[in-house]
Structure formats: C-alpha cells, structure tokens
C-alpha cells in the first residue's frame, strides 16, 4: 500500500505491508503496567494548551499516569464511520482510528512532560490486532518508551480492553521530539467560539 500525492510530482508519503488473514492470531499476555506517577494537567487542559486536536479527535478520556518509562490512558471509541464519512464502506470500524491516534497524542503529552519538546510520529515498525473489532466502550491504551535516541522516541503501544487483556499492539512507534514544534501546536489549537 503507497499513499501519494495527486500531483504530477506523486509524492510518496506513505508505505505499509498488509497482510490480511482468515483467522486473527492469539492475543499474548498483556505487558505488565508501568510504575507510573500522577500526571498533573486535566485532559481538558491538555487539548485546551498541548495538543491541537479539534473535538471529533479528542479521544483522550482520562489519563492514568507519566514517567520517563512512558504514559497510560483510558481512551474513548470511534463514533461510527458515518459520523465522520460520506457513504462509509462499513457501518463499524475494525480498528479503531479514533484510539490510534490518541495513543500518537500521549506520545506528544509524554514528551512534552518529560523532555520539553511536542513530537511527531514518523514510523511504525507493526500493528497487530487480536480481536475484530475494538470494544465499542474503549480502551486502555500504555505506552512504553523502549528507547530514546537523539530526537528519536521510540515505543510501544498496547491497547487494552477494559479486563486488561490485550486487544491489539503497535511495536516500535517512532516519533520525532523537537522544542520548534511548541509554537506551529500553539498556532494550531482551536479557540472557543466567541460567545455574543
């Protein structure tokens, strides 16, 4: 799979291997949490002052915790297709996209906690998924910092129903920390609307 511009230029900006399967592997254990400790902003102020997510990509419900070893959070689901695409293909998500990309804005509170700078993502060595389809009341998601080099984090995402068994997993989640990213966020952050 190759995501293009559609432009003369066809820009390559993204790649990914599928491999699609008549029956979904065995979920393994669930990793053991992370000793982590209270993290001081609400998530109220996280979307209002670090992150730039308008409201249909505020997935973030509470946040369990921080510490250099990563972050952990309870994340809400998707709405159905249909609220966010004309004549979806489906009438339910499989993997949810909703609870993806919040586990790529923890990735941000992490850094922006923990080292002083946003970050982007760039790269995902896998996903795997466990089960058809994520639960329909969420997930918890913790994410493992594995390594740190120069500007690279990398980590680990495993999302978790809410019993704790693994519904699906990213392995080696890359994400770029840059301090020059603070202000394009700022820039970015959508302001209330004026009341009159």
């Known amino acids: 799979f190759e995501l293009r511009s559609d432009d003369e230029r066809q820009t390559l900006h993204a790649t990914a291997t599928v491999l699609l399967t008549a029956r979904l592997p065995n979920a393994p254990e669930a990793p053991a949490p992370l000793e982590l400790a209270p993290y001081a902003r609400s998530v ?3 979307y209002r002052d670090v992150l730039f997510h308008g409201p249909l990509f505020r997935g973030i419900a509470e946040i369990a915790g921080c510490a250099d070893a990563g972050i952990a ?3 809400e689901a998707a709405p159905a297709p249909a609220r966010w695409i004309t004549a ?3 009438d339910a998500w499989i993997a949810d996209p909703l609870a993806l990309d919040a586990a790529f804005q923890l990735m941000i509170l992490w850094s922006v ?3 002083q700078a946003p970050c982007l993502p760039c790269y995902a060595a896998s996903f795997r998924q466990y089960r058809e389809r994520f639960p329909s009341e969420g997930v ?11 500007n690279q984090a990398i980590a680990d995402f495993a999302f978790l129903d809410l019993d ?6 990213v392995r080696g989640a890359e994400c770029t920390l840059d301090p020059n990213l ?6 970015n952050t ?4 004026v009341q009159s």
């Open 190 to 193: 959508l302001q209330p609307p």
């Open 164 to 169: 704790g068994d693994l519904v699906a997993e």
């Open 88 to 90: 979806p293909v489906r």
């Open 73 to 75: 959070a309870r994340l």
């Open 113 to 115: 906690e923990r080292h």
């Open 140 to 150: 918890m998601v913790q994410v493992q910092v594995t390594a740190l080099k120069g």
């Open 182 to 187: 603070a202000e394009p966020f700022r820039r």
């Open 44 to 46: 109220e102020s996280v």
